[in-house]
């Protein structure tokens, strides 16, 4: 019978707790940020903490991967290589990388993953990225089923990696230069700055104003949860939660959501198992609404939707809750729904009537008195120098929202989750005295003995009930009883003392045994002679940013090779970001959809818009064959200014590949 289909639940960490929360709670794997390198700059951790993750990860044959998905300075490379060792002797399982520059190094022989800054959206990147030696990669978000149907079956070694829940960067990942252009900070240097939350002005050829102060770049959040199984059955093996920034009550809450229907999915389908080891109980009911989200879409999985964008704001605006009854300064009394109720410190949020996210914290809420527990008095928490009166556009009948939950957030701030590995356990009956055999759900055995005279039990149904809750207490460990046999030939009598030291030496030894059969699987090895690239010639969009990264194109057959964004050569109006996302058909103003309406077919043109928020201002290109919108703009002189000032020219410049 062949051996079931591995699938892996990849979880963020942004430190070493968080991790280890992660695992507890159902990832099969965590990645997490290094000391340096990383696309979340903020989100660093030192080799310690790292290897202390590996450490509890190991414990369930679960997999720590470390984020070096940054482009790279020459100056830089060789601290990244010195990074690199340090954290295969921690260690690590895989790197995470973006800048192929890393390969041309002298590298110890852990696995790489291409991370999704290197955009994998075609058949023929995926391939060429496994055949040079990497072992998992992270496909383009944008990918439909069908895209993601037809890399499996050109990819036919390396894992297929997806991110299924979190915020969604509304450009190609890799390809997006805008946070650079206007503040110098480079996304693919892990410093974003988030320019596709602000707010913006759409106009048209003409100077009209198509969409006034919204954020017409800032998209819901990738939600997955009724898609996992036809992303398993398209050839995705590994499917990822998206935020190294998020909090412990996020990563707890969400990873125990995708564990929960993982589980529901391995047990109707047995030809699929975790990757790694445990079950799971939670001391709460997963619910990825209570954490922060701009609400949710499967972005382009099933198809080009119209509802994927979060124009109205990037904030959190929370889970309903209930309508304002009544304002009578200094308090409002709130009508919840049935089953909620109000604690102190809680968060509200309202829509104004300019569509503007608003928001108050709860300083003391009262159930009045009369109402059942339904209406609630709330005094707010108001900030310094605000006036109750200065809540806008809070009326009786405004629906409320809640976007702080304490309730919700004491429970998960507890120890929440416990994992346990099944475990049967077997007493038998030796010439010298006792042994214990124990063997896991994965096969891994370990056997103990204790050498005494036995003594014959007084109360046999007595004596066999203790032993077998004896050894049945495996509360402190990482393992739990499934099945305890006692093969003796007759009842015997062994003190508590006894039997508790003999379990726990078992247990020592099963972890040994299980340690012992743990793995790291090895570096893939290239594909000799060098594969040839699927282009002959990049542009910045390729993002070389240093000698060895041109080194390694060339090598694979390119001929010409731009220099990255950030080298500042790739000056003037350009591509500043690369979206599947379409301003136009979110806003109806495709082409396409007026196709077949009465009146508009034929009045729609895919002509440019602008955008502007103030002093900044972009034109948005519409590329309706591939049905992509590029952003377009120029690197604001002061920045290029201040960025020659501070940057030491140690990057590759635009030419020919070196031979």
């Not at 412990?248 to 990757?275: C, F, I, Q």
């Not at 509802?307 to 308090?331: E, N, Q, T, W, Y």
């Not at 914290?361 to 108001?382: D, F, H, K, M, Y």
């Not at 039997?499 to 078992?506: E, M």
């Amino acid at each position: 019978m062949p051996s079931p289909t591995p699938l892996e639940l990849l979880a963020p960490a942004r430190d070493a707790d968080i991790g280890i929360e992660a695992i507890n709670h159902g990832a099969d794997a965590v990645y997490i940020g290094g000391p340096g390198f990383g696309a979340r700059d903020k989100a660093g951790n030192e080799i310690a903490d790292i290897e202390r993750l590996v450490r509890h990860a190991q414990r369930f044959h679960a997999r720590i991967f470390v984020t070096l998905n940054t482009i790279l300075r020459d100056d830089e490379l060789e601290g990244a290589r010195r990074m690199v060792w340090q954290l295969h002797e921690a260690g690590v399982d895989a790197l995470i990388v973006q800048d192929m520059g890393l390969l041309m190094l002298d590298l110890p022989p852990i696995q790489l993953h291409a991370s999704t800054q290197t955009d994998i959206r075609s058949p023929e990147k995926a391939r060429f990225l496994q055949d040079v030696g990497f072992s998992q990669m992270v496909l383009a978000r944008e990918l439909t089923l069908a895209q993601i149907r037809a890399i499996r079956a050109q990819v036919e070694r390396a894992t297929l990696e997806f991110f299924v829940h979190g915020a969604l960067c509304v450009a190609y990942s890799g390809q997006c230069f805008i946070s650079h252009a206007v503040t110098g900070r480079s996304a693919n240097r892990g410093s974003c700055s988030q320019e596709c939350r602000q707010p913006y002005t759409v106009t048209d050829a003409a100077g009209g104003i198509v969409a006034h102060d919204k954020h017409v770049l800032s998209l819901k959040d990738n939600d997955q949860s009724a898609n996992l199984e036809a992303l398993v059955d398209a050839g995705i093996r590994s499917l990822k939660i998206e935020g190294r920034y998020k909090d412990m009550a996020t990563v707890k809450n969400v990873t125990a959501h995708y564990r929960t229907l993982l589980d529901s999915l391995m047990e109707r389908r047995p030809e699929l198992a975790a990757s790694s080891d445990g079950r799971y109980s939670f001391g709460f009911t997963p619910d990825p609404a209570q954490g922060f989200n701009r609400g949710g879409t499967d972005y382009f999985v099933n198809g080009r939707k119209d509802d994927i964008g979060a124009f109205d704001s990037p904030k959190h605006a929370g889970v309903a809750l209930g309508h304002v009854a009544r304002v009578k300064a200094p308090h409002f009394e709130v009508d919840l729904q049935p089953g909620l109720q109000l604690h102190n410190n809680d968060a509200l949020t309202w829509w104004d009537r300019q569509g503007e996210l608003q928001g108050v914290p709860v300083n003391i809420a009262t159930p009045v008195e009369g109402s059942g527990g339904r209406r609630w008095q709330v005094e707010p928490n108001l900030p310094l120098g605000q006036s109750f009166a200065e809540l806008k556009d809070l009326f009786p009948g405004t629906e409320l929202f809640r976007n702080r939950d304490m309730a919700w957030e004491r429970r998960l701030a507890k120890p929440s989750a416990e994992r346990r590995i099944a475990v049967d356990l077997t007493l038998a009956q030796t010439p010298q005295g006792l042994s214990l055999s124990l063997k896991d759900a994965r096969g891994h055995r370990a056997s103990v003995e204790l050498a005494l005279e036995l003594q014959p039990a007084r109360d046999a149904a007595r004596q066999e009930a203790q032993l077998k809750d004896g050894l049945s207490a495996l509360g402190d460990t990482i393992f739990a009883a499934r099945r305890v046999r006692l093969a003796l030939r007759e009842p015997v009598f062994l003190p508590a003392a006894q039997l508790k030291q003999l379990r726990r030496d078992g247990v020592a030894a099963l972890e040994a045994a299980r340690a012992a059969a743990l793995v790291r699987l090895p570096r893939a090895a290239a594909v000799e002679p060098p594969v040839p690239y699927p282009e002959d010639s990049l542009s910045y969009l390729a993002n070389v940013y240093n000698q060895q990264a041109a080194a390694f194109y060339a090598r694979h057959g390119v001929r010409l090779i731009e220099a990255a964004y950030e080298s500042h050569e790739a000056l003037g109006e350009v591509s500043l970001m690369i979206t599947k996302h379409c301003v136009r058909y979110s806003l109806q103003l495709c082409p396409k959809q007026a196709k077949g309406v009465t009146g508009v077919q034929g009045t729609l043109r895919a002509e440019p818009l602008v955008i502007t928020q103030g002093k900044e201002r972009f034109t948005l290109k519409f590329d309706c064959k591939p049905c992509e919108m590029h952003v377009m703009g120029t690197m604001k002189k002061s920045v290029l200014r201040q960025l020659k000032a501070e940057e030491p020219l140690t990057f590759y410049r635009r030419g020919t590949a070196p031979a």
